[in-house]
């Protein structure tokens, strides 16, 4: 790319873009950009030749390659391409009292999850810090007239893997675009040194961990990084994040027929959960072609509740949304990996240029 994305300049950075305009410029594109998510070709108390410039030497980082809309109307996923033919995915999850978004924070992922459509895929490259923060700019245009209320950082990638574009975007998402820390949660398969990192950043964020298994053994085959940084450790860096933060530590668990879903699975989550009063997340699996396991019938997923709940542990189901559209973490991009160009009746254009 001959120049940065409009969404990767720092203040500073715009303010030597224009170096030749009026100082209060600045802060009216940079308004612009954050508090109307507009793009530069609609600030129209710009010059046009400004508008022209800027659109040209701060371009936006994402083409949207593809835009699925669910069938209930609730969930958009879009498919983007960036500058280097990569491409990444965004989910936007409407619920009649927030409104979620779902970003990316790589390009594939590293961390060899077999069950993850994104983990079987392998990894390409880090996302900048404006390649995530225009994915919550494009989807909060979306979501008009509802406003934009929760960020979520679970979608492909590990984010802690790429700790500084992510604390970076971060920072963004709450000082310009005024999100509240509180409303932003980051996932991690349980990268301990990236959660300590996290929690002296002082963000009181929301820290969510793929856990999937609660012994080591069972852990190393579905999330090898556990060999690393296996479940004691990673238990005392949870410990850790909750007392340095004063947040709830959620532990999300992928249910997977005859894997994980057993009474004793229950009871070993339970023991883990416990102590770090943590809150549990049970996930139906959702469908990839590179695993040849299922998801756990919807009893059982409910049996599975009960058992955490009557061993005193907070636990919810969550609903599978956007399963018509592919909507799982690297579903779309998996499927339409080796199609050039894909023609597909799309509901709306979210390219940030779009009106």
Not at 75 to 95: G, P, Q
Not at 132 to 137: F, K, L, M, P
Request: aromatic share 4%; with cysteine.
């Amino acid at each position: 790319m001959t120049a940065d994305s409009r969404y990767d300049l720092t203040i500073d950075q715009l303010a030597t873009l224009l170096e030749d305009q009026p100082a209060y410029r600045v802060r009216q594109v940079w308004d612009g950009l954050y508090q109307r998510l507009l793009a530069p070709t609609e600030m129209t108390d710009l010059p046009k030749a400004l508008r022209e410039r800027l659109d040209r030497e701060a371009p936006p980082a994402l083409a949207a390659a593809l835009h699925l809309t669910s069938a209930s109307g609730d969930t958009d996923k879009i498919l983007w391409r960036l500058h280097d033919e990569t491409t990444v995915e965004t989910v936007l999850m409407r619920y009649d009292d927030r409104v979620t978004v779902c970003v990316s924070t790589q390009v594939g992922c590293a961390m060899a999850c077999g069950f993850c459509a994104t983990g079987q895929a392998g990894f390409d490259r880090h996302l900048t810090t404006g390649e995530i923060v225009e994915q919550v700019v494009a989807a909060a245009r979306i979501a008009q007239p509802r406003r934009l209320s929760n960020v979520v950082f679970m979608g492909m990638g590990e984010p802690l893997a790429n700790f500084t574009h992510v604390v970076a975007a971060l920072h963004r998402l709450r000082d310009d675009l005024g999100l509240s820390a509180r409303h932003l949660t980051v996932s991690t398969v349980g990268i301990i040194p990236g959660i300590r990192r996290l929690a002296a950043e002082q963000l009181p964020l929301s820290l969510a961990v793929s856990l999937h298994a609660a012994n080591d053994r069972l852990r190393n085959e579905l999330v090898p990084i556990n060999r690393r940084y296996p479940l004691a450790a990673l238990s005392q860096a949870c410990a850790e994040y909750r007392e340095a933060t004063g947040r709830r530590i959620s532990l999300e668990w992928a249910m997977i027929a005859g894997t994980n879903d057993s009474d004793r699975d229950a009871q070993e989550l339970a023991r883990f959960a416990r102590p770090l009063r943590a809150h549990v997340n049970l996930i139906p699996l959702n469908p990839t072609p590179g695993w040849p396991t299922t998801a756990s019938p919807r009893r059982r997923v409910r049996e599975f509740r009960d058992l955490l709940d009557a061993a005193g542990v907070n636990a919810t189901i969550r609903a599978n949304r956007g399963v018509d559209i592919d909507a799982a973490c690297g579903q779309l991009r998996a499927r339409h990996a080796n199609t050039a160009s894909v023609t597909l009746k799309r509901r709306c254009d979210v390219s940030p240029e779009a009106g």
